[in-house]
């Protein structure tokens, strides 16, 4: 009779360790997901910041191309001053797209998350309410 108790016990344990893997899968996906969103905000965050900081610095070149001009500095290093704030300037637009790239990046996980939920949610839902152990997960598999 101890037999017959554990193998039944031991078949009920090793099929539900299946729903419990299916079910850790589907919540590790999930945080994921969730997670590379949250990085990525950072990350276009700090993209911004640089972006005005960068900003700010073009601005002080050309303001001090002009005091060199105001102190009869030569027009060539004045000219380079000004080229610089442009050169500055123009990485500024590819930064901010850049920027915009990310946070679109980010919503996309976000969808991506949301979408995983909805499609398998209630099935994760299903499997942790049911009365009886899942198959193994091999018997459900999208082949």
Do not use: W
């Not at 000219?79 to 919503?107: F, K």
């Not at 996980?109 to 398998?120: L, Q």
């Amino acid at each position: 009779m101890h037999e017959l108790t554990s193998k039944s016990t031991g078949g009920a344990v090793a099929e539900s360790g299946g729903a419990l893997s299916t079910m850790v899968r589907y919540g590790i996906v999930i945080a994921q997901l969730a997670a590379a969103g949250l990085r990525l905000r950072g990350l276009s965050s700090r993209v911004n910041d640089t972006y005005r900081y960068v900003e700010g610095c073009s601005a002080s070149v050309d303001r001090l191309a002009e005091q060199m001009a105001g102190l009869s500095v030569d027009r060539d290093s004045v000219g380079e001053h000004h080229q610089a704030a442009a050169v500055m300037r123009g990485v500024l637009a590819e930064a901010e797209a850049m920027a915009a790239d990310i946070e679109d990046l980010a919503l996309m996980f976000d969808d991506a998350a949301a979408a995983h939920e909805r499609d398998y949610g209630p099935v994760a839902e299903a499997i942790h309410a049911m009365p009886v152990p899942m198959a193994d997960a091999e018997f459900y598999s999208n082949r």
